[in-house]
């Protein structure tokens, strides 16, 4: 069984920083593509970012390329999300996300079929 659980979330001040975290068990961890997404009220949850299997490949939403990084420990099966200069617009849930398919990284949400329950971050401005 899979089983994808986010931790880090919390109130930040808008400029500070907040570091996600998920850890997955029940698959391949090494093999798996990992990506982050998130949902705020009243909208459609948007991708965020993907780590490939490996971490050679890392891609990022328009928004957040500079402010967020993605990084994965593969020894430890799990993949993080460190957000800087965080702005009230980053207020949402965050979800970490893996597709069924190994060696797969895909850019949408379509492409992932496991899902964590998610974790609140809000940005006070």
């Known amino acids: 069984q ?10 930040v001040q808008a400029g500070g920083s907040l570091r996600l975290s998920c850890a997955a068990s029940g698959r391949t961890f090494s093999s798996s593509a990992m990506g982050w997404f998130r949902q705020a ?4 949850r948007e991708f965020v970012g993907a780590i490939s299997w490996g971490g050679g490949s ?3 939403t328009d928004s957040v390329k500079g402010r967020f990084t993605i990084s994965r420990d593969n ?14 617009e980053d207020t949402a849930v965050y ?14 949400a379509n492409g992932y079929d496991y899902w964590g329950q998610g974790t609140q971050v809000t940005v006070s401005s």
């Open 75 to 88: 020894a430890k099966n799990t993949v993080s999300l460190q957000m800087n200069s965080v702005k009230p």
């Open 41 to 44: 009220p009243g909208k459609e």
């Open 2 to 11: 899979v089983q994808l659980v986010e931790s880090g979330g919390g109130l």
């Open 95 to 108: 979800y970490c996300a893996a597709p069924r398919r190994y060696y797969y990284t895909p850019k949408g």
């Open 58 to 60: 890392i891609y990022y």
